[in-house]
């Protein structure tokens, strides 16, 4: 079964505005992290940001900001201001328990940004 | 600059033969892994290692080999029993730590492996 889903396989947002995308995971694990990650075209995958299963504020680093829904299971990234080097595809991943470097990847948005 | 080096960026598999994909790191980072990332597909992991001489199976590790005899550098090879070996592979590499932190890996840029 599909632990992480993002349903939305692409989407434009016009610079300077925010975005949202979704992400919904599933786990009966108690203790667990959600991840964010950016690869442009170039390939390689950047780390974004992380939240805790226990941590009880939002995530936020900079621009990013995690809108974390434990009861919902959901972890939307919002990107805030967008600029023409945020367009790449952006993955969400999950780890389960102490699942040491085990991260589960959902298959990705990609985010164009337009002048 | 400290980084991940993958090389090559473009390889190209006949039927039947084994193929080396070389990663090599100068981060100091102990922990080291190898992703596999088909079209339309998050990543998937092949196979990792926390210390040298030492690496555990990931969830496709059928049909791949890995060694790491140094910190620096964990290659992967993609054998003949890979029957479906195109693919984009991604290494990675990050710190041994707390949860949370561990997690926070640095990628190289990826080899596109192809069969002919």
């Known amino acids: 079964a599909q632990k992480i889903t993002q349903t939305q396989p692409g989407m434009f947002v016009q610079e300077k505005e925010a975005v949202t995308l979704d992400c919904t995971y599933d786990?009966?694990?108690?203790?667990?992290?959600l991840f964010w990650y950016k690869q442009p075209s170039s390939g390689e995958m950047i780390f974004l940001i992380y939240?805790?299963?226990?941590?009880?504020q939002n995530a936020t680093e900079g621009r990013y900001s995690l809108n974390f829904q434990k009861a919902r299971k959901s972890a939307n990234l919002v990107i805030s201001a967008s600029q023409l080097g945020d367009s790449a595809m952006y993955f969400c991943a999950m780890r389960e328990g102490d699942s040491w470097g085990k991260l589960q990847f959902g298959a990705g948005t990609q985010v164009v940004v337009t002048p | 600059d400290g980084g991940i080096t993958q090389s090559p960026k473009y390889l190209f598999r006949k039927e039947g033969q084994n193929v080396t994909l070389s990663c090599e790191q100068n981060?100091?980072?102990?922990?080291m892994y190898w992703y596999r990332q088909d079209p339309g597909q998050g990543l998937r992991l092949i196979y990792y290692?926390?210390?040298?001489?030492?690496?555990q199976k990931g969830d496709i590790a059928e049909g791949y080999s890995v060694s790491r005899e140094k910190k620096e550098s964990f290659p992967l090879t993609v054998t003949s029993a890979q029957k479906n070996p195109t693919a984009f592979y991604l290494c990675?590499?990050?710190?041994?730590?707390?949860?949370?932190?561990?997690?926070?890996?640095?990628f190289g840029s990826g080899t596109q492996l192809s069969v002919l």
């Open positions: 981060l100091n980072h102990d922990a």
């Open positions: 990675a590499s990050s710190i041994i730590s707390a949860v949370g932190v561990r997690e926070k890996l640095f």
């Open positions: 786990t009966s694990d108690p203790s667990y992290g």
């Open positions: 939240q805790g299963s226990y941590d009880q």
């Open positions: 290692s926390q210390i040298v001489n030492d690496f």
